[in-house]
């Protein structure tokens, strides 16, 4: 049992740890990676785990419940309050069009009615854990396609409870039900179902206010860190398993669990523990869905299957479009919604098992179905790459033109930033403040649009890519400031930089020295470590605090910079002799050390005797 | 051999100002003079004190350029002497390094001539509020060249600005070819005199 459990861990884990790298290799998400390393252990490659795919991912949904755990953490009650009317609206509009659409479809290619809205019903659903993971990704959580996704997505794990409560109604033949979906209510009459439920959320509600943030404070005064991850586990646990107790949905209470605790200060504490766990967890949950994929149906009836997957697929991007539209999503905000909730989600394995034991699935369709799920999951990442390199550019770039023409000749500024988070921001704010309009290129489509509202040159995409650089004016800009929250990213566009625009001059933000290094070997002569000015007015600080006078100390934190930069460019150069590298850091750092205990012992008279009286003294006494 | 200059000019508000800038556009690319902008090399006031030194030890002559703020020179030409002047370096017991170094000042005012005089507006004259810099130079062991001075910026028509640009670039050139006497030239109290003589 345990050697069995220790070979499927080595399984999953090695399979994981190929697949996933490669995927981000080559500029997919972490889910299609996982996603194909279970295809790959699965029954029809390998082989190397057969149906127990299935069980783990059952296990693994846990990490779903521990997502949405995460996702109420950073959800403050006040914004998820806002939020109702889009959980609302969008909610019931996807899930009834979706559901009518496909059950009409379903009947006229001649299903039994029963077995066509069953159907619909579980391939309604999209995927929270595909969605929502892709979004953080990419960093588009924030974005207006991923906030409208977030509320769809939980309209459609509140819908779960009602689904599960008709699904019997449409059962053929009676069949005793009793079997993992009974709860406690079921026997309770309707009114007393509905009380409890409000009870359960309320309990949480008052039980996360009330009880579980002192306890969390006691256990955080025990200063040990491993006791409060255990905490943060049974919280999440706990609150799954009386959702469960009562047939509410875990990662529903978990969510507003997550919800009340946003304000508490144990927010980042809880977070941080339950990421971990979470993204493992996910992680398995995926490799499952993969190892699950059925090929055998596809190679028996594969027009088929491809024909259903065709027109779920087709359905359910139509009617996400449509209500994109219908709540005024821009053009390219509707079509990352439309793509990215595109798949048939987890809970349709649920629904259709469900139906499967209520009869009025047979097990062929509900084998069949399942795979057709587990392929949509598959075709989310590569529609998104699809939107993001084909799609989007076009759009985004289209929209600038279009917006520009009428009052600017499209003039092509001298200065381009890349990258327009906080660093880049702050560097666009002080240009503008000195009368420099400069060009800006950021991936985030609601920021470009506040941008171009204010007046910015904007060009929205992804600015690894050479034609958008072009277009942006690469070719004529004098100066590039590279300016890219990820460090990778922010090197790949370096890269393309250096070898496609040589004039161009380049200022990059650099994260540490280490990334200093690789655009040294680029070439670049402006790097700007966001780990050195900052540390080193910190530093200077605290001088000052301990003593030190501030003008003494300011120019200690100077003569560091200059010292550090100065070894920057030394080791640089060393760094391709990896055993010498190695050798000089240490070298380097004993250096540091010694020139600034140096500079602390004789108050900077090795080097600099400005203003020093002693030393003055010293020099006119001595003989 | 035309002696090797090294210019240290200093100016806040270089880009604003009309003087300064026709100046230093006739010495900047000039083969003998080396052009060293000091609010350009250290906006942070952090200077290099070894590459400074280093550079005094290589040239001759050094020409302090700057506007006459406050009867004195912008603050970042004093903290180059404050920081770069080292005891036991330049003056004091073995401060020998810049003996017989010659030292011009080029300033520009506002005022017209005449306010500088006891009998004037701002009771002194120009030597007269000059004398740290001299006392400077003459404690480092170098030699105080009389100053080029140009007066009254404020009111200075076009032409007036090209006749003193004139005089500015014949100053320049007997300097770099050393065409004077290093005791007689003690005589001008500007140095914009030998110029207007020999007109």
Redesign the interface.
């Given at each position: 049992m345990s050697s069995d459990f220790l070979l499927q861990a080595l399984i999953y884990l090695t399979a994981a740890i190929f697949c996933v790298p490669i995927a981000k290799k080559l500029g997919l998400s972490s889910v299609l990676g996982y996603l194909l390393s279970g295809i790959i252990i699965g029954p029809f490659v390998l082989g190397f785990i057969g149906k127990e795919g299935e069980d783990i991912m059952h296990a693994a949904e846990f990490g779903v419940v521990m997502m949405l755990f995460i996702i109420g953490l950073e959800l403050e009650p006040k914004k998820f309050w806002e939020m109702r009317k889009a959980i609302v609206g969008l909610g019931t509009m996807q899930m009834i069009f979706t559901i009518l659409l496909l059950s009409i479809i379903f009947i006229v290619i001649g299903w039994q009615w029963q077995m066509s809205v069953a159907a619909a019903m579980a391939l309604a659903m999209s995927s929270t854990a595909i969605v929502l993971q892709t979004l953080k990704e990419k960093g588009l959580t924030k974005t207006i396609a991923g906030e409208s996704s977030f509320a769809v997505l939980l309209f459609q794990d509140i819908a779960v409870i009602p689904i599960l409560a008709l699904l019997p109604l449409l059962a053929v033949n009676s069949v005793d039900t009793t079997i993992e979906h009974q709860s406690l209510l079921t026997n309770l009459p309707r009114f007393l179902q509905a009380i409890v439920v409000l009870v359960a959320v309320a309990s949480i509600y008052f039980a996360g206010k009330y009880l579980v943030v002192p306890v969390l404070r006691l256990v955080a005064k025990t200063n040990l860190r491993e006791l409060f991850t255990a905490s943060s586990l049974l919280l999440v646990i706990a609150v799954a398993y009386i959702m469960q107790t009562v047939g509410l949905s875990p990662a529903l209470g978990t969510f507003i669990a997550g919800v009340v605790l946003a304000n508490s200060e144990f927010r980042h504490e809880l977070e941080s523990d339950i990421e971990p766990f979470k993204g493992l967890l996910l992680g398995l949950f995926f490799v499952g869905v993969g190892a699950t994929i059925d090929f055998h149906l596809l190679i028996e009836s594969p027009l088929y299957i491809i024909m259903l997957l065709g027109i779920i697929l087709f359905v359910k991007m139509c009617v996400l479009f449509i209500i994109g539209k219908f709540y005024k999503l821009s053009i390219d905000q509707n079509f990352l919604f439309t793509f990215g909730l595109s798949q048939v989600g987890e809970f349709a394995f649920v629904l259709l098992s469900f139906s499967e034991q209520l009869e009025i699935l047979n097990s062929e369709w509900s084998g069949k179905l399942m795979a057709v799920t587990a392929f949509t999951m598959m075709t989310t990442p590569l529609l998104l790459l699809f939107n993001e390199r084909v799609i989007d550019p076009y759009f985004g770039i289209k929209n600038s033109k279009e917006e520009k023409e009428p009052d600017i000749i499209d003039v092509h500024h001298k200065v381009i930033i890349a990258g327009f988070g906080h660093f880049g921001s702050t560097i666009g704010r002080l240009l503008r403040a000195s009368g420099i309009e400069a060009t800006i290129l950021d991936n985030d489509s609601d920021r470009v649009e506040l941008l171009r509202k204010m007046g910015f040159k904007v060009y929205y995409g992804d600015a690894t890519r050479l034609d958008l650089l072009k277009s942006a004016g690469a070719d004529e800009a004098t100066l590039f400031i590279a300016a890219i929250d990820s460090p990778e990213i922010n090197r790949q566009l370096v890269q393309e930089l250096t070898s496609h625009f040589p004039k161009l001059k380049i200022l990059s933000r650099a994260r540490n020295r280490m990334d200093a290094y690789d655009l040294m070997d680029m070439g670049v002569k402006n790097i700007y470590r966001e780990t050195l000015y900052t540390a080193v007015h910190l530093g200077i600080d605290a001088l000052t605090q301990l003593g030190f006078r501030k003008y003494s100390a300011t120019?200690l934190g100077?003569?560091f910079i200059?010292y550090d930069e100065a070894a920057l460019k030394k080791l640089g150069a060393l760094r391709h002799d990896q055993k010498e590298y190695v050798l000089n850091v240490k070298q380097e750092i004993e250096l540091q050390e010694q020139l600034l205990q140096n500079d602390l012992h004789q108050n900077l008279t090795a080097?600099?005797?400005?203003?020093d009286s002693e030393?003055?003294r010293e020099?006119?006494t001595?003989k | 051999m035309p002696n090797k200059i090294l210019y240290l000019f200093a100016h806040p508000l270089f880009e604003k100002s009309r003087i300064n800038k026709t100046f230093i556009k006739e010495i900047k690319n000039h083969h003998h003079i080396h052009f060293h902008d000091l609010y350009e090399l250290y906006p942070d006031f952090n200077i290099d004190i070894e590459h400074e030194k280093g550079l005094l030890l290589k040239h001759n002559t050094i020409i302090w350029h700057h506007p006459f703020y406050w009867y004195s020179c912008p603050p970042l030409l004093k903290q180059w002497i404050d920081m770069v002047l080292e005891v036991g370096w330049a003056y004091g017991p073995g401060g020998t390094a810049l003996q017989g170094k010659k030292v011009l000042q080029v300033i520009s005012t506002g005022g017209p001539e005449t306010a500088y005089h006891h009998e004037g507006y701002n009771h002194y004259t120009i030597r007269e509020f000059l004398a740290p810099f001299e006392r400077t130079v003459a404690l480092c062991n170098m030699h105080y060249l009389p100053p080029f001075v140009t007066h009254g910026t404020h009111r200075l028509t076009d032409k007036e600005l090209h006749q003193q640009t004139e005089q500015f670039k014949k100053i320049i050139d007997i300097i770099v070819d050393e065409t004077f006497d290093l005791t007689s030239i003690q005589k001008y109290s500007y140095i914009n005199e030998i110029v207007k003589n020999n007109e």
């Open positions: 120019r100077q003569k200059h080097t600099d005797h400005s203003w030393y003055m020099q006119f001595k | -």
